[in-house]
């Protein structure tokens, strides 16, 4: 499965993004899929994951604030009230293969 990821930005602590991924070859509900990031310097970290069958998992430090989701085809990352600390490289990864990342940033 090829990825590609878009929608980052830059906004200001409180905002709102909707990062999206699709798949080529392949399919989330097969597959899954997960988000992750990474700030320059540190290891990549996971964010959320949603299994084939729609199962959802967060990071602790979501706290309720993002929703991932997904059809056959795209993924969504739903991010609300967004910190500066949520500033990252966002990936979405599926079957091993990840996307090319999209960079949010949260300004205070």
């Known amino acids: 499965v090829q990825l590609q990821a878009c929608g980052g930005g830059s906004v200001q602590a409180g905002g709102s993004l909707r990062l999206s991924c699709e798949a080529s070859r392949g399919s989330f509900t097969i597959y899954g899929m997960g988000w992750y990031r990474q700030v320059p310097g540190q290891e990549r970290e996971m964010v959320a994951a949603i299994t084939s069958s729609g199962s959802t998992s967060y990071a602790a430090f979501v706290k309720g604030r993002f929703t991932i989701s997904r059809d056959k085809m795209t993924a969504w990352l739903q991010m609300t009230n967004l910190t500066p600390e949520d500033t990252a490289v966002y990936y979405c990864?599926?079957?091993?293969?990840w996307g090319q990342g999209t960079e949010v940033t949260v300004s205070s």
């Open positions: 990864v599926a079957a091993g293969n």
